[in-house]
């Protein structure tokens, strides 16, 4: 028996650390065979899978007995807009190929790696409550802003649907903007935006936050990348699930300006000139966020909160850069 992780980029090669750490057995792929330090006291194998490969999923899930997957495999917005077909093929076929996997062979649950900027079309109409998952949203002029979201949110409709008409056990949870990850190569905003501060700081200039996708209107949330692979592990062993999909947030909100003082804590000598704050919200979205994710369903079905502050997650891997750049 082991649980199949899918994707061994940063979110899916933490959760299966912490697998490993409470002694499960573990399978993690993706398109090359991961390099994953290994200290925990489960078991690990490592092998290349393309999700896109609905044959070679069923031989995986077959030959190591998996009853489980965490499906984290994905492409990203740039990379979807470079190319919006494989985009489409990963994360939407990618997903129902686990989903009809788990299906066929009666897997006890898939959870899956889902998104809060799906529903950030929904920002201009909402009240100042926290953000409901069941959030309204008008089908045409609200819908996703980006493939990547659109992606997302076919995912977990594809999930819910294979719960209600074949009694697959889904789990889909809405990331929030994450933290963490190789400074040096950023794959999303966060990254970016912490990669244009800390090479200031080094540089000893005055970094000016010219990019419009790093300066945000208004309030943003985000998460650290060791809490979505925590949630992650709470979903896989959660008893009873009734909403199916939820929010992987703080719960708290920050301003560009109490982003960058954050950073500062870390890194004294920066120096930022903070931009005009712009009407848009976060990444370029049209709208400003109008309040933070309500956490409540993933504390009461997931036993999840988050343990790590933004202060938290911003020293710790800008602590990780700074060892990254010394060895």
């Not at 056990?169 to 950023?186: C, K, N, Q």
Request: charged share 15%; hydrophobic share 45%.
């Amino acid at each position: 028996m082991s649980t199949l992780v899918l994707g061994a980029g940063l979110i899916g090669s933490l959760t299966a650390q912490q697998l490993l750490a409470q002694g499960d057995s573990v399978v993690l792929a993706d398109l090359r065979v991961p390099q994953l330090a290994h200290s925990g006291v489960g078991h690990l194998a490592t092998l290349a899978l393309d999700v896109t490969d609905f044959p070679a999923l069923m031989d995986v899930v077959k030959a190591h007995g998996v009853t489980r997957i965490v499906h984290t495999a994905a492409l990203l917005s740039t990379a979807i807009r470079q190319d919006p077909l494989l985009g489409i093929r990963v994360n939407v076929m990618g997903t129902a190929h686990v989903l009809e996997c788990a299906r066929l062979l009666s897997l006890q649950r898939v959870v899956l790696a889902s998104s809060t900027t799906l529903a950030y079309n929904t920002f201009g109409q909402h009240g100042p409550q926290a953000m409901e998952e069941d959030v309204p949203m008008r089908l045409l002029s609200e819908r996703p802003a980006s493939i990547y979201a659109a992606t997302k949110l076919a995912g977990e409709q594809l999930a819910l649907l294979y719960s209600d008409l074949y009694g697959v056990e889904t789990v889909s949870l809405r990331y929030g903007a994450v933290l963490g990850g190789d400074l040096e190569r950023p794959t999303s905003v966060p990254g970016r935006l912490i990669q244009t501060l800390v090479q200031a700081a080094r540089s000893g200039q005055v970094c000016a936050l010219n990019d419009p996708f790093l300066v945000w209107g208004g309030r943003e949330e985000f998460v650290d990348a060791r809490d979505c692979a925590r949630a992650n592990v709470c979903a896989l062993q959660a008893p009873h699930l009734k909403q199916r999909v939820y929010n992987v947030a703080s719960g708290e909100w920050f301003t560009l300006g109490e982003f960058v003082q954050a950073m500062q804590r870390e890194w004294p000598q920066l120096q930022v000139h903070l931009p005009t704050e712009p009407s848009t919200g976060f990444a370029g979205f049209a709208h400003r966020r109008p309040s933070p994710s309500n956490m409540e369903a993933a504390k009461l079905e997931l036993g999840f909160q988050t343990n790590f502050t933004l202060g938290d997650s911003l020293a710790y891997w800008c602590r990780a850069a700074s060892t990254t750049t010394q060895a």
